[in-house]
């Protein structure tokens, strides 16, 4: 299991103030207003920030981080990801999992033969599809619905899945 969980990227500075424009990689983009502290993935290490203000434009959020004052001190962080710790993360309901845990494990159908790796979550309107790569290179895709997807066991890296007709 991931440490940190992606909530943002940071896609360009907003003024001259420090702020900066937010892509959110969450499903709810106002759980930003909750946050007090992100990490700044600069590829090299990560830094703490306390996050001072929150805004929210069209798609995007504009963050005011108190260590920045400036466009020139955070205008080289563009395209770096946000992070929280799982203990910063939003609380999960029953059979909801974060994708970051989901990617890699090993899936099986229901009667226990081996039928690949989950490899992608594709995120839909009506629901997400989970894309399995079988050892052959082949996709799978196979929708996280009740019907097909049976057992989930993040800790053991597994997945159960039962196969609708015409998915294989």
């Known amino acids: 299991m991931e440490e940190f969980l992606q909530v943002g990227v940071i896609t360009a500075t907003h003024g001259i103030h420090g702020e900066v424009k937010v892509f959110p990689t969450t499903d709810d983009p106002k759980r930003f207003k909750k946050l007090k502290k992100v990490l700044l993935d600069t590829g090299r290490e990560k830094l703490e920030l306390e996050v001072e203000g929150v805004k929210f434009f069209k798609n995007?959020?504009?963050?005011?981080?108190k260590e920045y004052n400036d466009i020139n001190q955070i205008e080289k962080y563009r395209k770096c990801p946000l992070l929280v710790t799982r203990e910063h993360a939003v609380k999960l309901k029953k059979n909801e999992y974060f994708i970051a845990d989901l990617i890699g494990l090993k899936v099986y159908t229901e009667d226990d033969a081996f039928l690949g790796t989950l490899d992608d979550v594709i995120q839909t309107g009506a629901n997400d599809v989970y894309?399995?790569?079988?050892e052959e290179g082949k996709e799978i895709l196979i929708p996280a619905i009740r019907q097909c997807i049976l057992e989930v066991d993040v800790k053991e890296g597994r997945m159960k899945v039962h196969l609708l007709e015409g998915l294989v």
Do not use: H, P
Request: hydrophobic share 70%; net charge positive.
């Open 60 to 65: 995007m959020v504009i963050l005011k981080f």
């Open 131 to 134: 894309q399995v790569v079988t």
